[in-house]
């Protein structure tokens, strides 16, 4: 859990990981209160997803089975 929530804090697509209840409402605050963070997730996801970064799962199953993944 911790790690996932490192790589999307690095890739800009989600918060970064909370511990405790203030952290997390903190971070709630945050979403709520600023006006450009969710904006801002949105876009890194739609980024990503076009440079094909959440594509993993894909790319194993073409390895295993050595066939082209296709939408």
């Given at each position: 859990?911790?790690?996932?929530?490192?790589?999307?804090?690095?890739?800009?697509?989600?918060?970064?990981?909370?511990?405790?209840?203030?952290?997390?409402?903190?971070?709630?605050?945050?979403?709520?209160?600023?006006?450009?963070l969710?904006?801002?997730?949105c876009?890194?996801?739609?980024?990503?997803?076009?440079?094909?970064?959440?594509?993993?799962?894909y790319?194993?199953?073409?390895?295993?089975?050595?066939?082209?993944?296709?939408?």
């Open positions: 859990e911790m790690w996932g929530a490192i790589r999307g804090a690095e890739i800009g697509d989600s918060t970064v990981e909370t511990r405790t209840i203030p952290e997390t409402l903190q971070a709630i605050d945050l979403l709520t209160d600023e006006d450009d969710l904006t801002m997730y876009e890194h996801i739609v980024k990503n997803k076009s440079i094909g970064i959440y594509d993993g799962a790319k194993c199953v073409e390895l295993a089975t050595g066939r082209k993944f296709e939408r």
